[in-house]
Each structure stands twice: as C-alpha cells, then as structure tokens.
C-alpha cells in the first residue's frame, strides 16, 4: 500500500496504483512518509530555466563582442607586425651598406697609413739629407 498526496487530499492507493496517481501529479509515498516520487513543478522549473536562457543569452553576447574585439585587435597586431618586418629589413639593408663602406674604410685606413709612414721615412731621409749637406757647406 501507498500513499498519493496532492494539495490537501491524502488517498491510499494499492501499487498497482502508482503509475496512474504519477500521471495526474501527486506526490506518491510510502505508508512511513518515504517520498517515493514527487512531480515536478513546471512553473518554478520554467522560471529557472527562463533565468538559464537569460544568463545564456547575456554570456552569447559578451562571447561575441569579445570575439569581435578579437579580430580587430588580430588585424592591428598583423598590420604592425608587417611594419616592423618592414623596418627590420631596412634596417638590415642599412647594416649591411654600412659594413660594405666600413670595409672599404678600413682598406682606405691601411693604404693611408703605408703611405703616411713611407712620406715619414721619406721626410727623414730629406732631413738627414739637408743635414749632411748643411754640413758640407759650413765645413767650406
């Protein structure tokens, strides 16, 4: 034996019973108060799904402004990230004309210098030179 409860009215139904009392919504127990099924409320389940759609759709659109915020921000980032591959390769342009030229620099440096210690070497053999042939001349 059961019990089928709904609003006020209590009734005892046999087993065989149950199924037809779940239909017309009462809370079935057992003859100690065990609840064996209690129907649910689709009133108080609609409005909590009603706030679960509300909280969904609210979240939807914050996804998809983010998303939206994303592709924007993608797009800035890959416009500066061709600038800068951009200057990176002129800067590389400018290193490698400016290790050409310093390379030329450093040959005309070494040329120089040959050429500033053979007029050296020649200066002081004028010098010695003029000395000797100054000494010649006072020596007369």
Known sequence: MLKA????????IPDE?????????????????????????????????AAE?????????EAAEYAENGDKKIAALETEN?????????????????????GADDEKIVALETENAELKAKIKELETAAKSAAKKTANK
Do not use: C, F, W
């Not at 759609?53 to 659109?61: G, V, Y």
């Open 53 to 61: 759609n509300a909280d969904l759709q609210e979240k939807l659109h």
């Open 82 to 102: 061709t600038e800068l591959k951009n200057r990176v390769s002129e800067l590389e342009n400018l290193l490698e004309e400016a290790e050409t030229s310093a």
């Open 17 to 49: 019973k149950a199924a037809e009392y779940k239909k017309l919504g009462y809370t079935i127990t057992d003859m100690a108060g065990k609840v064996i099924y209690e129907p649910e409320d689709t009133a108080k389940k609609a409005s909590v799904l």
């Open 5 to 12: 409860a709904k609003k006020n009215r209590v009734l005892r």
